[in-house]
């Protein structure tokens, strides 16, 4: 932005129409207006910030008394400045009225763009957010600066004024009520967490139900897996089975062989048998077998010898000799007396038997009765069978012998290596498919059981949630305004701790041309500014320093505003190139000091407007600013009054003398004249 | 010169951004209200909180 032409009508001690037209060229970019003490310089900076912003500076006395008092008198109700300026290759002007009519005063800004025809198109955009686009107007105040109280930056006790210009020209200003506006969002959320116990066990659920939402969602993914392992192990299972099926000869030969060795086995265990039974048979049956014809001819012989005995006695040889040793019968017969009887019992002694043999008869006899009783052909006839039981075994063993012969020379030549990998790939598979369906079950079941408590504890949390989800609002909205505030302080506090070192260098940068003393400039981290001698020590300043850090520093600003035109932060307000207004800049200077401080007044922007008095605008000061000067101006003092016995003032530049001071002037107040 | 563009592209920043926007665009549109910037903010805040809140934990 440079300012191009200021018109002034009836403001304030300017009365009727006045202009300024500023220096904008880079050669000569200053414009030196000179003016003594209340004619009007403050008053021309004021004009300034009152048609942007309608702001004033901090010492402007009666700002609301804006227009000319010998035009109220005149009749007329309107002040008005109007402030040409280009910016981005435009021509714009500003434009702000004051009316005051019936006590009712209104005072509206308007800016045109003045086309190149010279027609004016309002701008359609917001009046104030287009000015503040071009000049931010917490900047503007480091721009238009009041150099009389330039010590009020550098002085020990405004070190927040430090503070606040940097953060000016950042445009921080926004970003503070930000700050400060979460910082009363925050409290009011604050305000509003009751339960924190409740929140805390609500806080708790949902780190446990995270937790299960995971493990079951880590048991899908396991069962998921273990169910394509069981597929794949499967697949290949059959596909081993269905190769092992094409040795099914071979498969088939080791089952015969195994059967066949089981018959074998089964077979001879009864053949033995067979034997053992043909064996047992003999022993209880042959020699009844071999003994039954003697037996009829021994029976024939018993038969006819007791046939024989008994046509010769009936009795014993041990009854007889008894009988004849008592001398009585059985029957009672008194055989003493009689000897017949004698006589014939011992004829029949000749012919008895002995009870013993008697007994051994009997036994006989007996014994070939029942020998005789024995069926010789039913016993034969289990012999037979069990004969023939042993011949069927013995041939079935023959049959197998020859089967395991012809299998087991089939086995011998097939490639039995193969077949038995395979086999035991297939078993191990199976066994592995086992194993995974097991894992994979007691997946499932975990799977399930981790469900049914997520499903549970989400109830839990529903109902706390239900009883205190305002209370969880408010402590997430607490959260972020926290973490929103903290994160703005942050961003802040670097940008302004980057600005102050590049000011600091800047301020280094003009002070080390100009100050008579070796001395450095370090703007602390408090925002002060302070000289310190080559040992680091802290330096006292005069009044004339102070003013010449004041100049340095607005100096600094400028140039840091105009590097930071191009930021791209969206937190801060870009930098700006401005004109550079000074109302009496080498106020308190000593000459030394001036003659440098003019020196580099012009290079501490690309425009500047520097008001001056007599005394401050000396002849070297001048001769120094000579060639950078592009227009001159002096702001002249008119009384209608008579000058009685006022001395005259003039002024005297470039040889040509000017009256500063009119008399018995057509009017009352400050005109503006071109030298 | 900080570009906040290109790092901390975040939820907070984001939301940081919006707020500063927000806080200019009522300066220059509404006047300086207050009442009007707390309750706009508010908005702001409590439409991304949750973002922040889960971002930060």
Redesign the interface.
């Known amino acids: 932005m440079l300012l191009e032409k200021i018109t002034l009508t009836d403001w304030r001690c300017f009365y009727g129409e006045q202009q300024i037209e500023f220096a904008s060229q880079s050669t000569k970019n200053v414009t030196l207006i000179h003016a003594e003490n209340g004619v009007g310089k403050t008053s021309l900076l004021n004009a300034l910030l009152w048609c942007f912003y309608k702001k004033n500076t901090p010492r402007f006395e009666k700002p609301n008394d804006i227009i000319n008092h010998q035009a109220v008198r005149e009749g007329r109700s309107m002040a008005s400045i109007a402030v040409e300026f280009s910016h981005d290759d435009n021509l714009y002007e500003a434009r702000r009225e004051f009316r005051s009519n019936n006590s009712i005063s209104q005072d509206n800004v308007k800016v045109s763009r003045i086309g190149l025809d010279g027609s004016y198109d309002h701008v359609r955009t917001d009046q104030n957010l287009f000015l503040n686009s071009v000049l931010p107007s917490d900047m503007a105040g480091h721009f238009l600066f009041d150099g009389e109280h330039a010590e009020a930056l550098t002085g020990k006790a405004n070190t927040s004024a430090i503070s606040n210009a940097i953060k000016d020209i950042l445009g921080c200003s926004f970003v503070n009520q930000s700050i400060i506006a979460l910082e009363n969002i925050e409290t009011n959320y604050r305000k509003k967490i009751t339960s924190k116990n409740t929140l805390q066990k609500a806080s708790e659920l949902e780190l446990t139900i995270l937790k299960y939402e995971k493990a079951r969602k880590r048991l899908n993914l396991e069962i998921q897996n273990l169910g394509a392992n069981i597929e794949t192990m499967e697949a290949r299972r059959a596909s081993i089975e269905r190769t092992l099926s094409n040795f099914s000869s071979i498969k088939q030969a080791q089952t015969t062989k195994a059967t066949t060795i089981s018959t074998l086995q089964r077979e001879q265990k009864y053949e033995r048998s067979a034997v053992a039974r043909q064996q047992t048979w003999t022993a209880n049956n042959g020699s009844y077998c071999l003994t039954v014809g003697l037996c009829q001819l021994v029976a024939k012989l018993i038969k006819n010898h007791d046939d024989e005995t008994a046509s010769k006695t009936r009795f014993s040889k041990e009854i007889i000799l008894k009988i004849l040793q008592i001398g009585e019968c059985v029957c009672g017969t008194c055989v003493n007396d009689n000897i017949n009887l004698q006589n014939n019992l011992r004829a029949q002694l000749e012919n008895a038997e002995t009870q013993e043999l008697q007994k051994r008869l009997s036994r006989v006899a007996s014994l070939t009765r029942k020998l005789q009783a024995f069926d010789t052909a039913v016993a034969f006839e289990k012999f037979t069978s069990a004969k023939k039981k042993q011949s069927e075994h013995f041939d079935t063993i023959k049959n197998a012998e020859i089967t395991l012969h012809e299998v087991t020379t089939a086995i011998e030549n097939a490639d039995v290596d193969k077949i038995s990998s395979l086999q035991q790939e297939s078993s191990k598979l199976y066994r592995g498919i086992l194993e995974a369906q097991q894992s994979k079950g007691e997946a499932v079941v975990k799977f399930r059981s981790a469900a049914k408590n997520l499903e549970k504890l989400k109830g839990q949390l529903d109902f706390i949630n239900f009883s205190a989800g305002d209370d969880k609002v408010a402590i997430e909205n607490q959260t972020a305004s926290n973490l929103l505030k903290q994160y703005l302080q942050n961003k802040l506090e670097e940008e302004i701790n980057l600005a102050r070192r590049v000011i600091n260098s800047f301020v280094k940068e003009i002070i080390d041309k100009t100050a008579r003393k070796n001395f450095k400039v370090v703007v602390d981290k408090n925002f002060s500014i302070n000289l310190l001698d080559d040992w680091g020590n802290d330096m006292a300043k005069s009044e004339g320093e102070n003013q010449l850090l004041g100049l340095a520093f607005t100096g600094a600003l400028a140039k840091f505003a105009k590097v930071r035109k191009n930021s791209k932060s969206k937190l801060l307000l870009p930098g700006t190139e401005a004109p550079l207004v000074l109302d009496a800049p080498f106020g308190k200077l000593d000459p030394i000091y001036k003659h440098a401080t003019a020196e580099f007044l012009p290079n501490m922007a690309s425009q500047v407007i520097v008001m001056v008095n007599k005394e401050q605008g000396s002849k070297r000061v001048l001769e120094l600013l000579e060639d950078k000067i592009g227009f001159q101006y002096a702001l002249v003092r008119h009384n209608t009054g008579p000058q009685n016995l006022k001395s005259s003032e003039t002024l005297e530049v470039k040889g040509k003398k000017i009256e500063i001071t009119s008399y018995d002037s057509i009017f009352d107040g400050t005109g503006i004249e071109v030298i | 010169?900080?570009?906040?563009?290109?790092k901390d592209d975040d939820i907070?920043?984001r939301?940081?951004?919006e707020?500063?926007?927000q806080?200019?665009r009522l300066?220059?549109?509404e006047g300086n209200s207050?009442v009007a910037?707390?309750k706009r903010?508010?908005e702001i805040?409590?439409k991304?909180?949750?973002e922040?809140?889960l971002n930060?934990s």
């Open positions: 010169m900080n570009n906040d563009n290109t907070v920043s939301t940081a951004i707020i500063v926007t806080v200019r300066h220059f549109q207050q910037r707390t903010l508010k805040v409590e991304n909180s949750k922040i809140f930060a």
